[in-house]
């Protein structure tokens, strides 16, 4: 089985931030964007307009959709991107490398959870059953790496507490606040 790729291995390219990583460069050679390590980072394979099969999930502002078709094959039904962080990045990195995509939702909308028989549900079994060739945003983990093969990651997503701001304190009040600490 071939390795499936999310688009962050492309976008490494595009980004022009010299030359992609050794581990990402074994990624694309997969993909054949790079036919030996001396070839220059503006000269990537040319795709002849090749149809990648995208699999997303709607997951704003990363991705963004509307659905345009119905399921059909086993495959859930066809998409149409709208503006969002993996839509500019996968239509960027079409033009560069010359190749189209149609994206479609998983069967189920899910992300991927593995069952006991050791298949895949969601965007992961999509991909794991080679559906698909790849994927704008799926989340890292340890039991997803031993089936599809992730690239460096572009977005490092901190998690953040919020809360209401305090209110103001009643007029009643207003006679001790000065002493307060």
């Given at each position: 089985m071939a390795p499936r790729l999310t688009i962050s291995a492309m976008y490494q390219i595009k980004r022009g931030c010299g030359y992609p990583p050794t581990d990402v460069i074994v990624k694309l050679k997969t993909l054949g964007l790079f036919k030996?390590?001396?070839q220059r980072r503006d000269r990537p394979e040319n795709y002849n307009g090749h149809r990648f099969r995208i699999v997303e999930k709607d997951y704003f502002p990363y991705s963004s959709w509307v659905k345009v078709g119905q399921p059909k094959g086993g495959l859930g039904p066809e998409?149409?991107?709208q503006d969002s962080l993996g839509t500019r990045m996968?239509?960027?990195v079409a033009t560069y490398l010359n190749f189209t995509y149609i994206v479609r939702e998983p069967v189920d909308g899910q992300w991927g959870?593995?069952?006991e028989a050791g298949k895949w549900t969601g965007i992961v079994g999509t991909l794991q059953r080679e559906d698909a060739d790849l994927s704008l945003d799926l989340t890292i983990t340890p039991k997803r790496t031993q089936v599809i093969q992730f690239t460096k990651t572009?977005?490092?997503e901190s998690v953040v507490l919020l809360s209401s701001k305090p209110r103001p304190l009643p007029e009643y009040l207003s006679l001790i606040r000065p002493f307060e600490c």
């Open positions: 030996n390590r001396s998409v149409r991107l996968i239509n960027t959870l593995e069952s572009y977005i490092d």
